[in-house]
């Protein structure tokens, strides 16, 4: 028997308010969390029109260094490759934000876990650049779309904001910022997080460079396989440079004891637009005692910006953690490619279509670096493979949905937890667990 219902206008109207009502409260009723998606670089390290640099200092208005370009091998370039990838996710996480683009990310879920049903959130998404500086040749400043520090118009010398302060200002939980490495001979090529330590660690290598405590418990430590960016130095010494930038702005000379005046990184935190920036006058204390003495005898750790490095929502970003060190950091970057490393077989499986074991999880690449650091979100910083390894840059490339579908479902399982199916014949398992993000409180907004 079939029964007709038969509405008047007045009532059908009625009815589809009251339908419109229940989906809205549905949907106000799921969770948002907030991710950038950041593929590195953009921009030009020969710039003809002379605007080379990436941060600028207000002190000496000149820009510090050139732009880093990022990596390339023939006609394959790090820039491109991390786009591509990087607009991919933010496509399937995008999906997230509709009831029927739900239905598509719960099928791509099923291939990583034995349940049906899987709380419902919505992954809101934004990606820091959608271009190159080679898709405009013709812009009077090539660089100004791509910088991660504050900069002025060529023009009208107003202040412009870098990737760093825009990031800040979309407030994420999560950042994803995706880049390629160069393989040296006999590297196999795979994938590593990029980490930066807290003010914990770099207090102790401070005492280590006044010769108030002992390097072993660095050199014996979790943060003692530093990036060597001077040759010629060791890792400790690497480390004590950095240490240096990290307090002074100037790098160390290599005995670790005196400041190097001729190597000046700038204070960082002034070239960003955010509450941490020091007061407008900041630039009258310079080689004072306090905050901006050039060596650790005078050096006094005040400010809004050392209140934060100091404070224990920084500690659990980048010390300690599930992984043993690293912090939140370092648990959502390796989280991530443990995703991948594991998402890749599972869905060329499905499509059967057999694929070489992937590139190992290398140890993480570990010195100063600004978008860990600079940032009010946890930051899964990935270098995600190997320019010059056709391995990766199959899985890159050819396979970019599949591995785009892997870091979008990796970012929900950091979100909400996952059940992963077991897989034993794999090298890696995600662990499934969730951040817990609660203890962060109001951090991710409180940054403007």
Same mark, same amino acid.
């Given at each position: 028997?079939?029964?007709? #219902? ?14 419109? @009502? #229940? ?5 106000? %009723? ?14 030009? %390290? ?29 006609? #394959? ?8 990838? %990087?607009? /991919? ?30 709380? =419902? ?8 650049? /959608? ?31 870098? =990737? ?152 659990? =970003? ?21 995703? *991948? ?41 990935? /270098? ?24 979008? #479902? ?7 937890? @996952? ?27 409180? *940054?403007?």
């Amino acid at each position: 028997m079939t029964i007709v #219902v038969f509405f008047s206008s007045i009532q059908l109207h009625k009815f589809l308010i009251i339908l419109s @009502l #229940v989906l809205v409260s549905t949907l106000e %009723a799921v969770p948002v969390f907030r991710i950038v998606v950041d593929p590195g670089h953009g921009g030009i %390290a020969k710039d003809p029109k002379a605007q080379h640099g990436d941060k600028y200092d207000s002190v000496t208005q000149t820009y510090l260094e050139t732009y880093k370009q990022g990596t390339e091998h023939h006609n #394959v370039t790090e820039r491109k490759v991390v786009l591509d990838l %990087a607009k /991919e996710v933010h496509k399937i996480l995008k999906l997230t934000e509709t009831e029927a683009g739900w239905k598509e990310f719960e099928v791509y879920l099923k291939l990583f876990s034995k349940k049906t049903d899987f709380q =419902r959130v919505i992954l809101e998404s934004k990606l820091t650049r /959608e271009s190159s500086f080679d898709d405009d040749p013709s812009s009077e400043d090539p660089n100004a779309a791509y910088r991660l520090y504050d900069f002025p118009d060529p023009k009208t010398g107003v202040r412009r904001k870098g =990737r760093l302060s825009k990031i800040n200002e979309l407030k994420p939980h999560l950042v994803l910022s995706l880049h390629l490495n160069p393989a040296s001979k006999g590297q196999t090529g795979g994938m590593g997080a990029v980490l930066t330590p807290g003010y914990k660690t770099f207090s102790k290598l401070k005492k280590i460079s006044d010769k108030k405590s002992s390097p072993n418990g660095f050199v014996n430590g979790p943060w003692s396989e530093w990036l060597i960016f001077q040759s010629g130095w060791s890792k400790l010494e690497n480390a004590i440079a950095d240490t240096w930038i990290y307090f002074h702005g100037y790098w160390s000379k290599k005995n670790g004891k005196d400041t190097d005046l001729s190597k000046f990184e700038g204070y960082r935190q002034n070239m960003v637009s955010w509450r941490y920036a020091d007061d407008s006058n900041w630039e009258k204390q310079i080689g004072k005692p306090g905050p901006y003495a050039t060596n650790h005898e005078s050096f006094a750790e005040t400010g809004k910006f050392w209140e934060r490095e100091k404070g224990k929502k920084e500690e659990w =970003r980048r010390e300690g953690g599930k992984e043993g060190f690293g912090g939140d950091n370092h648990y959502v970057s390796k989280e991530l490619m443990r995703f *991948v490393q594991y998402g890749l077989p599972v869905q060329l499986k499905e499509k059967d279509s057999p694929y070489p074991e992937l590139g190992p999880i290398q140890k993480p690449y570990i010195s100063t670096y600004s978008l860990p650091t600079y940032i009010n979100a946890l930051c899964a910083f990935i /270098e995600i493979g190997y320019v010059n390894r056709s391995r990766d840059m199959k899985y890159l490339t050819l396979n970019k949905k599949e591995t785009a579908i892997s870091l979008a #479902v990796g970012i929900y399982s950091l979100f909400v937890g @996952l059940d992963v199916k077991k897989n034993s014949k794999l090298p890696y398992q995600p662990k499934g667990k969730k951040v817990n993000w609660e203890r962060y409180e109001t951090y991710f907004d409180d *940054v403007l």
